[in-house]
């Protein structure tokens, strides 16, 4: 079975190495978002999908807009599927009708729940008990296609976005290479989103980082949990930025923005319930436990009832 991939983060990867290392699959090509400038340094970064890619010594197309894609992919041999995970590009109907079978999206939600770039990070924020993959039919409309399957995931207490895109990476990378003969055999019918219950994602900014004191310590909390690394969690502390990497939370009543030490242990108040922060990130630093960053803390500035 012949597979080009198309995919930009390390979202993708597992899925990437399932179908390469399926012994009756050949992928073509991989196609991946250009190479960007990142870091103050402005360095020029390969997509981490490109990175494995070649590691594996595949064939590499970046197209920077829809006309180079379609040029590059019309030189390829006719596939059996193109298979799209977190590429970053809606894909043009002539680039959906090129393959045997079509094309199929892996998303990171149950749709037609939180289609949209950002599925991981929106169903931490707003606390949600389960997510799961959808396997869907690309169609002209952002993550509105046809379902051929859903498959669930309970999100436990302690997850975030970096262990909970990990679990779905590895549960639709077990499931994709079977999947995709079931399809190619019409072993699977599939069905309409039910569209009047669809939901969107937000478009995620630095600004969504910022905390608000007068929201609930759980809010805040899941704030922390979606919002790690990026745009990370941040208030101002002496000045500077300082993140809060992770957090516990208590019942404990303290003023929305008081502080206070008790036991070595870092206490800030919010509108319902206090945030007890495990890991910061003070500006210009590494990230640090509470009580390396308590031990920073100058003496004087150590009294009860300080507000950030």
Same mark, same amino acid.
């Given at each position: 079975?012949?597979?080009?991939?198309?995919?930009?983060?390390?979202?993708?990867?597992?899925?990437?190495?399932?179908?390469?290392?399926?012994?009756?699959?050949?992928?073509?090509?991989?196609?991946?978002?250009?190479?960007?400038?990142?870091?103050?340094?402005?360095?020029?970064?390969?997509?981490?999908?490109?990175?494995?890619?070649?590691?594996?010594?595949?064939?590499?197309?970046?197209?920077?807009?829809?006309?180079?894609?379609?040029?590059?992919?019309?030189?390829?041999?006719?596939?059996?599927?193109?298979?799209?995970?977190?590429?970053?590009?809606?894909?043009?109907?002539?680039?959906?009708?090129?393959?045997?079978?079509?094309?199929?999206?892996?998303? $990171?939600? %149950?749709?037609? !729940?939180?289609?949209?770039? *950002?599925?991981?990070?929106?169903?931490? /924020?707003?606390? &949600? =008990?389960?997510?799961?993959?959808?396997?869907?039919?690309?169609?002209?409309?952002?993550?509105?296609?046809?379902?051929?399957?859903?498959?669930?995931?309970?999100?436990?207490?302690?997850?975030?976005? $970096?262990? %909970?895109?990990? !679990?779905?990476?590895?549960? *639709?990378?077990?499931?994709?290479?079977? /999947?995709?003969? &079931? =399809?190619?055999?019409?072993?699977?019918?599939?069905?309409?989103?039910?569209?009047?219950?669809?939901?969107?994602?937000?478009?995620?900014?630095?600004?969504?980082?910022?905390?608000?004191?007068?929201?609930?310590?759980?809010?805040? !909390?899941?704030?922390?949990?979606?919002?790690?690394?990026?745009?990370?969690?941040?208030?101002?502390?002496?000045?500077?930025?300082?993140?809060?990497?992770?957090?516990?939370?208590?019942?404990?009543?303290?003023?929305?923005?008081?502080?206070?030490?008790?036991?070595?242990?870092?206490?800030?108040?919010?509108?319902?319930?206090?945030?007890?922060?495990?890991?910061?990130?003070?500006?210009?630093?590494?990230?640090?436990?509470?009580?390396?960053?308590?031990?920073?803390?100058?003496?004087?500035?150590?009294?009860?009832?300080?507000?950030?």
């Amino acid at each position: 079975m012949k597979i080009v991939f198309f995919g930009t983060p390390e979202f993708a990867m597992p899925n990437l190495e399932a179908l390469y290392h399926s012994k009756d699959m050949e992928i073509l090509s991989v196609v991946t978002q250009p190479d960007k400038p990142q870091g103050r340094k402005k360095i020029l970064t390969p997509p981490p999908v490109k990175i494995l890619a070649k590691e594996l010594n595949l064939k590499i197309i970046q197209p920077k807009n829809k006309k180079e894609l379609i040029n590059a992919l019309s030189t390829l041999e006719k596939a059996n599927f193109f298979v799209v995970i977190a590429f970053g590009m809606i894909l043009p109907q002539e680039v959906l009708s090129m393959p045997k079978y079509g094309a199929i999206n892996v998303h $990171a939600s %149950l749709l037609p !729940k939180y289609r949209g770039a *950002s599925p991981i990070q929106e169903s931490l /924020l707003n606390g &949600d =008990i389960e997510t799961g993959i959808s396997v869907i039919k690309i169609d002209q409309e952002l993550d509105h296609g046809d379902i051929f399957l859903i498959k669930r995931l309970n999100i436990e207490k302690n997850d975030n976005f $970096a262990t %909970l895109s990990v !679990k779905l990476a590895l549960l *639709s990378s077990n499931l994709l290479p079977h /999947l995709l003969h &079931d =399809i190619a055999g019409s072993h699977l019918s599939p069905i309409h989103q039910d569209h009047q219950k669809a939901t969107y994602c937000h478009k995620i900014t630095k600004e969504d980082g910022k905390i608000n004191f007068n929201s609930s310590a759980e809010k805040i !909390k899941n704030m922390v949990n979606a919002y790690t690394p990026w745009p990370g969690v941040h208030t101002e502390f002496a000045g500077k930025k300082l993140k809060i990497i992770s957090t516990e939370i208590s019942d404990e009543k303290l003023q929305p923005g008081e502080f206070k030490i008790e036991n070595k242990v870092l206490k800030i108040g919010t509108k319902k319930g206090t945030l007890i922060p495990t890991k910061l990130q003070p500006e210009g630093k590494k990230v640090m436990d509470a009580k390396a960053f308590i031990n920073g803390i100058p003496t004087e500035s150590r009294e009860i009832n300080k507000k950030f």
